[in-house]
């Protein structure tokens, strides 16, 4: 089971997709992504300035709310996939949390949480040599600033 794992959905090897499952957090909840974090538009600035702020968020989100409207409304449908899990989960009005991990750094979320948990997953590592990653990631991320 993966919680809020729909980042890890195009990353799982096909012959495991039948053994995995998504599932929101426990009382319905889901983490915010990220891609929502930063934007704003600065009330003290001039009308005109934030009229055309505005129209340039909107015109710079466009795309991904189409994108997103696409997989909501219009996908065919395969019973018993992740993504269909994860969208059962996404339109059952989840509790939105915001996402901290933006956070966190480059080398734990890139190396480790992209390969290393992807190889937990599938036993190539033991938990203590992926905590063992994890925390090479920050010493290595901390010498480096």
Do not use: H
Not at 22 to 35: A, D, M, Q, R, V
Not at 77 to 104: H, M, S
């Amino acid at each position: 089971m993966i919680p809020n794992g729909y980042w890890m959905i195009d990353q799982i090897p096909e012959e495991m997709q039948k053994k995995v499952c998504f599932s929101t957090f426990p009382e319905n909840k889901l983490i915010g992504s990220p891609e929502t974090f930063g934007w704003a538009v600065v009330s003290t600035y001039s009308e005109k300035v934030k009229k055309g702020a505005v129209e340039f968020l909107k015109f710079r989100t466009k795309l991904n709310k189409e994108q997103k409207e696409e997989l909501l409304n219009s996908r065919t449908r395969q019973e018993g996939t992740l993504l269909d899990d994860y969208l059962k989960a996404y339109t059952g009005n989840p509790q939105i949390v915001p996402n901290y991990q933006v956070k966190w750094n480059s080398l734990l979320q890139e190396d480790v949480l992209g390969e290393c948990l992807a190889e937990l997953a599938q036993g190539k590592i033991t938990e203590q040599e992926f905590t063992q990653a994890e925390d090479e990631s920050i010493r290595q991320f901390e010498e480096e600033q």
